[in-house]
């Protein structure tokens, strides 16, 4: 097992391991709060002498990772939250509905939700907000491009919200999501079950009548 540096003696670290660390952080999705390292016996002073020899980096507020190690983005934004979930043109992207690599996460909360913290943390998310009662509405569960799991919407409800809102999204992502679902891939009793809840039950059916085969 592989000790801490031996220039950390008598800095009270010596008794963890990098193994130790590792774990932790492991079993945490990659991030770790500093909450999470004092209730693991490491105080924010210990934190601090794991940062300057390079063994962690600050994520973000009170949120740490190892030097040697990128976490997946996607899963790191998503850990900070149970009511974040990817839509829009990130959700589609994670169903192979687009092919563009999105460069801001569409993410998805109820309203009234406070998120303060992530939006100050984090530069590149795009949140949308939904009513409580159709927030959960076709949340499952996709791999990322790097293999781990989160939530995202399903592809009708990421129809569903295109059709919505079909004046912030760019034209030519619009197009090729609903050509991939509505010509290959349409399930048209949910996609009209979806469509209801919303109150766009026309404008989806103008669609498939165009689109379907």
């Known amino acids: 097992m592989i000790k801490l540096k031996n220039d ?4 009270g670290l010596m008794e963890y391991t990098v193994k130790q660390v590792r774990k932790l952080i492991g079993d945490n999705y990659d991030v770790v709060s500093s909450k999470t390292l004092n209730n693991s016996g490491i105080s924010r002073s210990d934190i601090q002498k794991l ?6 980096v600050k994520e973000s507020h009170g949120n740490y990772i190892l030097k040697d190690n990128i976490p997946d983005e996607y899963k790191t934004v998503q850990n900070r939250s149970d009511k974040l979930v990817y839509s829009h043109t990130t959700a589609l992207f994670l169903n192979g509905m687009s092919d563009r690599v999105p460069h801001t996460l569409d993410i998805a909360v109820p309203q009234g939700n406070n998120i303060s913290r992530i939006k100050k943390d984090y530069q590149n998310l795009r949140f949308h907000y939904c009513k409580k009662e159709l927030w959960d509405l076709g949340i499952i569960d996709l791999k990322t491009p790097e293999g781990y799991t989160v939530k995202a919407y399903n592809p009708e409800r990421c129809i569903c919200d295109l059709i919505r809102e079909k004046d912030s999204v760019d034209l030519q992502v619009y197009t090729q999501a609903l050509k991939e679902y509505f010509s290959k891939n349409c399930n048209p009793s949910k996609i009209i079950k979806y469509a209801r809840e919303f109150n766009i039950e026309e404008k989806v059916r103008s669609y498939m009548e ?3 085969d």
């Open 8 to 11: 950390m003696k008598g800095c």
């Open 51 to 56: 940062v300057s020899k390079d063994i962690l």
């Open 210 to 212: 165009v689109l379907c």
